[in-house]
Structure formats: C-alpha cells, structure tokens
T-cell receptor, first 117, second 114 residues
Framework: DAGITQSPRYKITETGRQVTLMCHQT?????MFWYRQDLGHGLRLIYY???????DKGEVPDGYVVSRSKTENFPLTLESATRSQTSVYFC????????????????FGQGTRLTVV | AQKVTQAQTEISVVEKEDVTLDCVYE???????LFWYKQPPSGELVFLIR??????QNEISGRYSWNFQKSTSSFNFTITASQVVDSAVYFC???????????FGTGTRLKVLA
C-alpha cells in the first residue's frame, strides 16, 4: 500500500541491546523525520533528513543513529537501549518542491511503541 | 531559535461550547510555515492546516477556524460548537524556510464532555 509505514508496531527490548526501527515511504518524499512522543513533552525531533545521505540532528539525538542510503527508507537505531528511551516513535515524510516558496505538511506513520526493560 | 509553545496542557469543555487552543511560536526566519495536527485516541497524527508566514489571512473550515497574527507570533485554533469527536490532543508545529525540520509544541489535550 502507498504511504508511510513503520515496523515493528510494538517492540520490547532489554537494556543495552541494539534495536532498529524501520520507516518506509512510497511517495519519494525528499524529507524524512523521526520523533519521539512522551507524556508532557509532545513530539520531539530526533533526526531528520533532506535527501539520501543527508541527515541532521534534531532536538534529542543522543543515543540514536540514523542512515538514509535510499530515499524511501529512514531507519532509526538505538545503539544501546536505555529505559529512558521507552517511548512512542513516529516517522514522518514531507515533500517540498521549493522550500523557499512553500512547505508541505508532514505525513506520519502509525508509530512504534518501544519498551525498554 | 525555533520554538513552539502550547501553554494549555489540558482543556475540558461541554459539548457545543466554543474552545480556542493557543499556539505561540518563536523564529528568527522571515519565511516560515505553521501547522496544526490532531491526534485522536487511536494515536495517528492527522494534518489539519498549513499557513505560510507571508499569508496572514485567517481561515475557516466548517467548525474549525485559525487566527494567525504575526504581531504576536500566535497561530490560534478555534473549534466552534465542539463535539465529543473533537476530543484529542492537538499539536501546533513550525518549520523555517532556511531549514527543513519541523518542531512541535507539547500539545493540548482537549476533552469534550457530553
């Protein structure tokens, strides 16, 4: 199906383990984003990407790694999971043909609920 | 610095009341974009509206209206005659033209009571 999909939807992992959250979009959008949602903090930007092989840190990047070898995929890796990384993670994508003229809205995946025990 | 403030953590209203959700933003860019999203109890994020900094015209869509005021750096959202189905968390977001990141506020939880 077209759109943006995240996998897995639910994940339980142990402290210290590496875990990768997947994000795939079928629109060929240039921009992709990872957010975490925690009570009282809203959506906080972890990493974002303007195109393949171009990534930047967001507000809360520590403990996370991203890559974007292909336009449609933007995986997020927790190198050594900690309990403080228990959260709901959202991936999003956005297309802007001319970012100095207009900016389209971001389309979100359904989220991945990650629990670190 | 880029920042979005939603000072109202939670609002409760009775059905058919009007309610306004506040959003105040900070940016150094002269060109920027503002958004509102809705997150119902099911958890998905639903886009509601986009507004460009060079277009201060207010917008109305059914029971929803948005008031954009650059002078006060505010982009407020009003629901007229609220309904139970409006119960959700509402997020305001900002994107600057010179970067491509979206920054969200902490959200306002709206509870509409029957």
């Amino acid at each position: 199906d077209a759109g943006i999909t995240q996998s897995p939807r639910y994940k339980i992992t142990e402290t210290g383990r590496q875990v990768t959250l997947m994000c795939h979009q079928t629109w060929s959008h240039s921009y992709m984003f990872w957010y975490r949602q925690d009570l009282g903090h809203g959506l906080r930007l972890i990493y974002y990407s303007a195109a393949a092989d171009i990534t930047d840190k967001g507000e809360v990047p520590d403990g996370y790694v991203v890559s974007r070898s292909k336009t449609e995929n933007f995986p997020l890796t927790l190198e050594s999971a900690t309990r403080s990384q228990t959260s709901v993670y959202f991936c999003a994508s956005s297309e802007s043909l001319n970012p100095r003229v207009t900016r389209t809205e971001a389309f979100f995946g359904q989220g991945t609920r990650l629990t670190v025990v | 610095a880029q920042k979005v403030t939603q000072a109202q953590t939670e609002i409760s209203v009775v059905e058919k009341e009007d309610v306004t959700l506040d959003c105040v933003y900070e940016t150094r860019d002269t060109t920027y974009y503002l958004f509102w999203y809705k997150q119902p109890p099911s958890g998905e994020l639903v886009f509601l509206i986009r507004r460009n900094s060079f277009d201060e015209q207010n917008e109305i869509s059914g029971r929803y209206s948005w008031n954009f005021q650059k002078s006060t750096s505010s982009f407020n959202f009003t629901i007229t005659a609220s309904q139970v189905v409006d119960s959700a968390v509402y997020f305001c977001a900002l994107s600057e033209a010179r970067t491509y990141k979206y920054i969200f506020g902490t959200g306002t939880r709206l509870k509409v009571l029957a």
